[in-house]
């Protein structure tokens, strides 16, 4: 029903755009801060996880003179600063995140790793973090019960299987990157 009532309302801001002939001209994101749970690990909504139902979700971006397509390059809501300000002609030199710009041309975006993290909050406790690399192996830790699991995405979208069962050195260089991560936080 929400997407429903988004969908209804997009259609007047885009039908606006067009009638002061603005469309052209604007670029449009549309995105969520959140997916949902519907008990894939265990818990309903959001805000309990760092898994892909809960993490991985929509980024649509439509910029004047690009040319529609999916780019399957790994980005994260931290780079729509340096994207937006980048496609719109501005800089933002202290903006996390890099752009992906290149990508909306076509151009492939060099390798990295993103960074997910759900922070423990009074009425669930549970630190959980994730890192994700380009090639599509994820380590994610739950920081409370110090349980670490790795999935390779590109086979296993649903992260149903932990590689960690069947080979100990698995996701390695992930797992240094997310200890980085993890020394790295003053908190």
Do not use: C, W
């Not at 399957?72 to 995140?97: K, N, R």
């Not at 710009?101 to 549970?126: C, H, I, M, S, W």
């Amino acid at each position: 029903s929400e997407i429903s009532y988004v969908d209804l309302h997009l259609a007047s801001v885009f039908s606006t755009l067009e009638r002061l002939k603005l469309y052209e001209k604007t670029v449009v994101v549309i995105m969520s801060d959140h997916g949902e749970g519907f008990k894939e690990h265990g818990f309903y909504f959001h805000g309990r996880t760092v898994y892909n139902e809960e993490t991985r979700v929509p980024l649509l971006v439509r910029a004047p003179g690009m040319t529609p397509r999916r780019v399957p390059d790994l980005t994260g809501l931290i780079d729509l600063m340096p994207s937006l300000t980048e496609l719109v002609g501005l800089q933002a030199p202290l903006a996390q995140g890099r752009s992906f710009v290149p990508a909306l041309k076509g151009d492939a975006l060099p390798d990295r790793f993103l960074f997910v993290e759900q922070l423990p909050y009074p009425n669930y406790e549970t630190h959980m973090v994730a890192a994700v690399h380009s090639s599509g192996v994820k380590v994610l830790r739950n920081v409370t019960a110090n349980v670490t699991q790795v999935f390779d995405l590109n086979t296993d979208p649903g992260e149903k299987t932990n590689l960690l069962d069947r080979d100990p050195q698995a996701g390695e260089s992930v797992r240094q990157a997310l200890d980085r991560f993890l020394d790295a936080d003053p908190g």
